[in-house]
């Protein structure tokens, strides 16, 4: 049975005005082709479905009920013909989105809302994840957009500079020097450490242990955790001291001290994607990263394949 839209459309015609001629007139039509479509969509659907006197047209049984459906048909059509442009520009559909911790005192939070702001239809499903974990997500298919820390991509990942912080010293508030406002890290060469865990981010390891060996000692470390919440919740129990990015000074954990320190490194997170066969809804995901963060287009290019390690 061929339910062509074009026929339903003359056939709620007909029916609605009850009246060829009428009908004709408010489809733009002559009334010979109306004719004929309503005879080709009763030989369709096998049934008389008007009864026609000298003066209009009355619903047979069978048109009261195909009329319903058609109403129905057309509107189901219309809605699917509107969420398909949707999801084609971007407006709907579901942006999976990973994080690190330290995204949460890097902007993230806002950048999320002004998400839901703008792609009011759109699900955003956020999932925390080390860097390592979203770069092979993203390079799966199995993430839309990714915040990590700064580390080489991989093949079909790009990825762009966010923003790039100091880091700053973390003292549990008990500590002798937690008083300072700016010390030596030197000064911390006998203390016990606790760092962000090697397996979970490579470069940072490397980043705050060069840290120690550039002020002349070897850290003593006692601890290694895979989230910066959970380095400086360790710190304020007093199981240690760290180095950790300065947003985490904005996280109000109580029972800690962030300090500053005379250092040329930096922390940088970035924003990943998949390098090719981005979606609508990528790509608007994408133009609201980089209002939200302007210097990853005008201060950083984006970077594929291997950028530097921070």
């Known amino acids: 049975m061929d339910l062509d839209p074009r026929l339903l459309r003359y056939f709620i015609a007909v029916a609605e005005e009850r009246h060829f001629s009428r009908a004709a007139a408010r489809l733009h039509i002559s009334q010979p082709p109306l004719s004929y479509a309503i005879r080709q969509l009763e030989d ?6 008007l009864a026609r006197t000298s003066r209009h047209v009355e619903l047979t049984a069978a048109g009261q009920v195909l009329y319903r459906e058609a109403l129905t048909l057309l509107r189901q059509a219309e809605d699917v013909r509107m969420l398909v442009q949707r999801v084609d520009a971007g407006l709907r559909g579901r942006l999976r989105i990973g994080f690190v911790g330290s995204m ?3 902007g993230l939070p806002a950048l999320l809302a002004s998400m839901r702001a703008e792609l009011p239809d759109v699900e955003h499903v956020l999932t925390e994840l080390n860097s390592h974990d979203q770069i092979e997500a993203v390079r799966r298919g199995e993430q ?24 700053v010293v ?11 406002r700016s010390l030596a890290l030197a000064d911390l060469a006998g203390d016990d450490f606790v760092f962000f865990a090697r397996a979970a981010s490579p470069s940072y390891y490397e980043t ?10 070897m850290p003593v470390v006692r601890h ?23 947003c985490l000074s904005r996280s109000g954990l109580a029972g800690t001290r962030f300090i500053a320190f005379e250092h040329e490194a ?45």
Request: aromatic content about 6%.
């Open 104 to 106: 949460l005192y890097r």
């Open 224 to 246: 290694e955790v895979r989230h910066w919440l959970s380095v400086a919740s360790l710190v304020s129990q007093g199981l240690g001291v760290s180095i950790v990015p300065s």
């Open 170 to 180: 973390c003292l549990p508030q008990s500590h002798a020097l937690a008083g300072r």
């Open 266 to 310: 930096r922390s940088v997170s970035q924003v990943i994607w998949p390098d090719e066969d981005r979606s609508p809804l990528q790509e608007k995901a994408l133009a609201l990263v980089e209002r939200q963060f302007p210097a990853a287009e005008a201060g950083q290019a984006k970077r594929r394949h291997g950028g530097r390690r921070s």
């Open 144 to 167: 839309d957009l990714g915040f990590i820390h700064a580390n080489p991509v991989p093949a079909g990942v790009a990825a762009r500079d966010l923003l790039a912080e100091p880091f």
């Open 208 to 217: 705050v242990l060069s840290l120690c060996v550039g002020a002349g000692f």
């Open 44 to 49: 369709n659907v096998g049934a008389r479905l």
